[in-house]
């Protein structure tokens, strides 16, 4: 079968979606309105409220919500279940789950002055369950900041031969990435001070970006350390140093400019591989489900593949970093209401595509070929180099693009992540001041250096990357943390809606990944205080998320029983 059929389907499902259960979100269940004045028109102070337009917020937003799981989970899973298994949770999730996760975050956010998901929860829900929920949440964003700092830093050091006996060197993935951020500074200066509009300066800069790609191997950023496993560790403490930085920095002179161009890049990476789908006459190759053979879709097949299938991929089907990012930082810039379906639906749905895309980088390959052995982002960007080849891009720009364009999603999601958990250190002390943004950026950024210095082993006693050791546990509360904010997105339509039945669109999905991700935790403690493997920090921190889990979910069906009794209060929605 060529691949074309089954990335085709795909796109015309989610544009299907889009118009039409997207449309049932923005008019029946969130009523969007753009008479109400949203909180970047209302406070506008030129820090962290600033409207922005529509264009600029949807790459900042979905470039800063794709990081790296939209391409490693699908590719992954992809590989450990089969193809037609991680396509059909992507498109599925995106759209039932993902995307009303996504959507409901963002105008929950707005319609509490632009509050996070955890005020949300607390003035929907209690106090007690906001301070459990923040916990969770912090946690969760330092095992995303190690997973994602880790995998960005296996980029820069050492090298790949190709099979046609070219080298991609990481040094020139190292200096590109390191020139792709100086642009959006010089941009955001030039158009702040130079009065350069953003569609100008967009066309200037953009072409910039494939001139750092280029210009990379010839101006190579190489750390003086012979050993490998060092100079990675230290290319992560640098990317965390950058992280410190650009969480404190205003968001117009980095956030939102990177975020255009950004966005527009990873555009453009799917343009090419759509372009390369089209015309490369690519067939499948790859198994449609793997230990079929064997197990005739026996007990090895549906387990452990639920629930692992529902935690590895998450970034391209449903992932509760999006809540952060919806409430954290988009509803600051939501300019008006109804921008919240392109922005909160559609860039879910344009995630998945990413998945896709990701997957059909699996489905071309040989079940024997040797690439499969190789980290995901190569994976990804050999596909993505593939793509390329067929327009007369040589494969060594080709796959230098495609790890790019994977490096970019992470700078991305890396920076809003420290800045969120620095909204959280906070909101948690109460110290708004520079005392507080220091303590929460130095926190956030800080904790995950513990992990990225310890050198992880397999059970052979091999070393392993430390993404790799990280990454379902990652998954598994990234996926609790999405339950969590659908559980506050449905109490929160119930005591504002009560008359309707709307709040089941959010409880249902809630519900799903609620299950599926303590199945997963449970998992993870069973594996390391039963049969002895992983990290010995798994474990304990898989129980600490489960009991928050549990107590938040407490907290909620008493919050409910209180309501009932209580008089209804609407949301005013003119």
Same mark, same amino acid.
């Given at each position: ?172 993935? +190292? %200096?590109?990435?390191? /020139?792709? @951020?100086? &642009?959006?500074?010089?941009? =955001? *200066?030039?158009?702040? $001070? ?51 930085? +650009? %969480?404190?920095?205003? /968001?117009? @002179?980095? &956030?939102?400019?990177?975020? =255009? *161009?950004?966005?527009? $890049? ?52 449903? %992932? ?255």
């Amino acid at each position: 079968m060529n691949v074309l059929y089954i990335v085709l389907g795909s796109a015309l499902i989610f544009l299907i979606a889009y118009n039409t259960y997207g449309k049932f979100l923005s008019k029946k269940v969130f009523k969007l309105d753009d008479k109400n004045i949203t909180p970047s028109i209302e406070v506008n102070d030129g820090q962290d409220y600033v409207p922005a337009k529509k264009g600029m917020l949807m790459g900042q937003h979905f470039s800063a919500i794709a990081a790296a799981g939209p391409i490693n989970g699908p590719i992954i899973a992809a590989l450990a279940f089969g193809w037609v298994p991680a396509l059909i949770w992507v498109i599925i999730g995106s759209i039932f789950i993902g995307g009303v996760h996504d959507m409901g975050s963002l105008i929950a956010s707005v319609r509490h002055k632009a509050k996070s998901i955890t005020e949300v929860i607390r003035q929907n829900v209690s106090k007690r369950a906001w301070g459990l929920f923040m916990i969770f949440i912090w946690i969760t964003l330092v095992y995303i900041i190690v997973a994602f700092t880790d995998i960005t830093a296996t980029s820069f050091v050492g090298n790949v031969a190709l099979e046609s006996g070219e080298v991609v060197n990481g040094s020139a993935i +190292a %200096s590109s990435s390191i /020139m792709y @951020l100086i &642009l959006p500074i010089i941009m =955001a *200066l030039v158009m702040k $001070f130079g009065k350069v509009k953003e569609g100008v300066a967009t066309l200037i800069f953009l072409p910039l970006v494939g001139v750092a790609i280029w210009a990379g191997k010839y101006f190579p950023v190489a750390l003086p350390i012979a050993d490998p496993i060092l100079a990675q560790k230290i290319w992560g403490t640098l990317i965390l140093i950058y992280c410190l930085v +650009a %969480s404190i920095i205003p /968001m117009w @002179l980095l &956030l939102q400019p990177r975020g =255009a *161009l950004g966005g527009y $890049f990873l555009y453009a990476a799917l343009i090419v591989a759509a372009i390369g789908i089209i015309f490369g006459g690519y067939t499948v190759n790859y198994p449609a489900f793997t230990k079929l053979a064997d197990a005739g879709l026996g007990s090895d097949f549906w387990f452990p593949m639920f629930p692992v299938l529902f935690i590895t991929i998450a970034c391209g089907a449903c %992932s509760g970093f999006h809540s952060l990012v919806s409430s954290g930082t988009t509803s600051k810039q939501l300019r008006v209401e109804t921008d919240a379906k392109p922005i909160g639906y559609g860039a879910m749905l344009l995630e998945g595509m990413v998945a896709v895309v990701s997957i059909s980088c699996v489905m071309i390959l040989a079940s024997n070929s040797p690439i499969i052995n190789k980290a995901p982002n190569f994976i990804y960007a050999t596909g993505i180099g593939s793509f390329m080849k067929l327009i007369g891009v040589p494969v060594v720009f080709g796959i230098s693009f495609g790890l790019m364009a994977f490096t970019t999603f992470v700078y991305d999601t890396l920076d809003v992540c420290t800045r969120l958990g620095r909204y959280i250190i906070e909101e948690l002390t109460g110290w708004r001041d520079i005392k507080g943004k220091l303590l929460g950026t130095i926190l956030t950024a800080g904790v995950p250096l513990l992990f990225i210095f310890q050198t992880m082993k397999d059970a052979n006693g091999n070393v392993i990357p430390a993404w790799k050791t990280f990454w379902n546990t990652f998954g598994a509360s990234n996926q609790l943390l999405a339950a969590l904010a659908l559980i506050g997105i449905s109490v929160w339509l119930v005591n504002s809606r009560r008359e309707s039945k709307v709040w089941l669109v959010s409880f249902i999905p809630a519900t799903v990944m609620f299950v599926m991700s303590n199945f997963a935790l449970l998992i993870d403690i069973h594996k390391g205080w039963v049969l002895n493997t992983g990290h010995p920090a798994i474990p304990y921190v898989s129980l600490i998320l489960v009991i928050l889990s549990i107590l938040v979910s407490v907290e909620t069906v008493i919050s409910i029983i209180k309501n009932k009794k209580t008089p209804i209060v609407k949301e005013k929605i003119k």
